[in-house]
């Protein structure tokens, strides 16, 4: 698995949008040679994790993973497959995530 760190300077801009024909937002950021088109529901699912860890006076980390919800089991307009919180201990996401985002290293300390 490659993991890459995208810094501010990594993005030359991002375009919020919605494609003629459609109804739902896309978020497209280009990176270097390469643009990323995220759907609203992929953004959806960011913000919400997003905040849940931002703005909790101590959650450190949440991990949401890929659900395929049927027509009754989702709300009108949702899409199929949803970003769903997994349920895991947070202190085995944040190791999990600490190991990728240091690598071999073994810091605790973001820097």
């Known amino acids: 698995m490659r993991v890459r760190v995208l810094r ?11 494609p003629p024909r459609h109804i739902h937002t896309r978020v497209a950021l280009f990176i270097g040679d390469d643009v990323l088109i995220l759907q609203q529901a992929t953004v959806d699912a960011l ?13 450190r980390a949440i991990e949401l993973t890929s659900v395929k919800l049927f ?13 769903i919180e997994s349920g895991r ?23």
Not at 8 to 18: L, P, Q, T
Not at 71 to 83: H, M, V
Not at 89 to 111: C, F, H, M, Q, W
């Open 71 to 83: 027509k009754g089991a989702r709300k009108d307009g949702f899409a199929e497959y949803q970003l």
């Open 89 to 111: 201990p947070e202190d085995e996401v944040l190791n999990e995530i600490t190991k990728l985002y240091y690598g071999d290293e073994t810091r605790a300390s973001d820097s």
């Open 8 to 18: 501010n300077e990594d993005v030359s801009k991002i375009i919020a949008f919605i």
């Open 47 to 59: 913000i919400r994790a997003y905040a849940s860890v931002a703005l909790h006076p101590t959650r």
